[in-house]
């Protein structure tokens, strides 16, 4: 809207308090409401819970270790079963008639050894409530439970941790081998069971050799390679997403060998007229047909993403079922 003054005429413009003509005062600004401070909103405060104190916990050179070590008599044993968090596990032979147990404690880690009827039962126990702290300055061979059994051990043998490896060598056992492991490296080597066999990981790799399992073979994985040479069943069966790479292998029954993205080389130490071969690459090559051979026992290879390489005993043979 134009303004005009009132003593002089002079246009002004809008909210002018002084008229730039003859200087008389055209009237008093409009009062603007006062602004109220905008109330402060008091912010939650970051506390710092402190954790319990603990001898690992400050200076690294003051980890207190104790070495731990138990004895139990294999004819009680049926079942060892150990199950760890981030405990490494070695099982290997040994010359006493005994089952020796072998750990180091720190503050803030400590395993059970409790013999429950005829199980023996092996358990990590974390008394921060979460992995312990102390895996970021313990050295490796301070994270380990070690087990050594009788050359005749007739029992059965359940191990599984959660983030360690599982390295277990020259074992007879008349009942089951059971591995596991979530993230971790299982290596399994010269074992032989009245049983079966059987290995699982989620997250790690596998280096299986010189394994005898009389009833059944079942290996699984997510992410990983599975490496096994030697191994010799009445049934293998492989389930992983991973690369499959098998040696010298053998089974009275079938061999089933399936994995989603990675590629199958496989070795069987036996005749290809001794199997009907099944075997399907959905993006990639097969050497053998989709069907091929009347033996009677089976073999079956499948993967979504990768080759699939099959040889049999005789190089002559090779893709010739």
């Not at 974390?126 to 300055?137: A, E, M, Q, R, Y």
């Not at 073979?217 to 990983?224: D, I, L």
């Not at 026992?297 to 699939?308: E, L, M, P, Q, Y």
Request: proline content about 4%; hydrophobic content about 35%.
């Amino acid at each position: 809207m134009i303004k005009y003054c009132s003593q002089c005429g002079r246009q002004v413009r809008q909210g002018t308090i002084y008229c730039t003509g003859c200087g008389i005062v055209l009237g008093r600004p409009i009062p603007q409401p006062n602004l109220m401070p905008q109330p402060i909103i008091p912010q939650p405060n970051l506390i710092l819970q402190s954790i319990p104190s603990h001898p690992f916990m400050g200076d690294v050179n003051m980890l207190v270790y104790e070495r731990r070590e138990a004895a139990f008599e294999k004819q009680d044993i049926k079942t060892l079963h150990a199950a760890c968090k981030v405990l490494n596990i070695e099982v290997l032979r040994t010359e006493s008639e005994n089952i020796q147990i072998a750990w180091d404690e720190t503050a803030s880690w400590r395993l059970s050894a409790e013999q429950r009827g005829d199980c023996l039962q092996l358990n990590e126990q974390n008394f921060l409530g979460f992995h312990d702290f102390s895996d970021f300055f313990t050295p490796q061979q301070r994270r380990e439970l070690r087990i050594a059994l009788p050359k005749d051990y007739s029992g059965a043998l359940i191990l599984e941790n959660e983030t360690g490896s599982i390295s277990i060598t020259n074992i007879t056992a008349d009942g089951r081998i059971e591995l596991k492991t979530t993230v971790g490296h299982i290596r399994a080597k010269n074992l032989k069971t009245n049983s079966y066999f059987r290995a699982d990981t989620q997250t790690g790799g596998m280096d299986i050799s010189k394994i005898d399992s009389a009833e059944y073979f079942h290996v699984t994985g997510s992410v990983g390679q599975i490496i096994m040479d030697g191994v010799r069943s009445d049934k293998i069966e492989v389930n992983t997403s991973g690369l499959v790479d098998c040696r010298k292998i053998y089974a009275d029954a079938f061999i089933t060998i399936n994995t989603s993205t990675g590629g199958i080389s496989c070795s069987i130490d036996d005749k290809a007229e001794n199997y009907t071969a099944h075997c399907h690459s959905v993006h990639g090559f097969c050497n053998l047909p989709n069907t091929a051979g009347n033996g009677p026992k089976v073999f079956h290879a499948s993967t979504n993403i990768g080759d699939i390489d099959v040889r049999f005993r005789n190089a002559e043979e090779r893709a010739s079922v």
